[in-house]
């Protein structure tokens, strides 16, 4: 579990998904919530390893889910396979980036832990 460093502070984490893939969530995330601390966009990791060694990526992030951003008419993102999307930090916030997922993609509800201070939420993305 990532920590948020600020409560509006949600991480994130996508499963199951390639790097386009990955940077298409981000990217819908980016356009909705300004963030000034905000990374630069995650890299293709390096696969090198033993032959037949099972690999798996996840791909993360954080967003400050407390300042919306000026929306930019873009095209709606392409999922060419479901994604499994873990969200951390205050039930607000995680809200907020939930509905901003919601707009964008068909979301399942996996599942959620609430804990005392945050909470942890799980869906799968699929292209609408």
């Known amino acids: 579990?990532?920590?948020?460093?600020?409560?509006?502070?949600?991480?994130?984490?996508?499963?199951?998904?390639?790097?386009?893939?990955?940077?298409?969530?981000?990217a819908v995330l980016?356009?909705?919530f300004e963030d000034p601390t905000a990374e630069?966009?995650?890299?293709?990791?390096?696969?090198?390893?033993?032959?037949?060694a099972?690999?798996?990526t996840v791909w993360s992030a954080?967003?400050?889910?407390?300042?919306?951003?000026?929306?930019?008419?873009?095209e709606p993102p392409t999922l060419v396979s479901p994604v499994t999307v873990e969200l951390y930090g205050d039930?607000?916030?995680?809200?907020?980036?939930?509905?901003?997922l919601e707009r964008h993609f068909a979301v399942e509800h996996l599942g959620t832990v609430p804990g005392e201070?945050?909470?942890e939420a799980r869906f799968r993305l699929t292209a609408r």
Not at 40 to 52: K, S
Not at 62 to 74: L, M
């Open 1 to 26: 579990m990532s920590i948020a460093e600020r409560a509006d502070h949600v991480g994130i984490h996508l499963t199951g998904c390639d790097h386009e893939t990955a940077l298409a969530v981000f």
């Open 30 to 32: 980016q356009a909705a």
């Open 40 to 52: 630069e966009p995650p890299v293709q990791p390096d696969r090198t390893g033993p032959e037949g």
């Open 54 to 56: 099972i690999t798996a």
């Open 62 to 74: 954080t967003v400050a889910a407390g300042v919306p951003a000026a929306r930019h008419g873009t």
């Open 91 to 100: 039930a607000d916030p995680v809200r907020h980036v939930r509905e901003e």
């Open 117 to 119: 201070h945050e909470l």
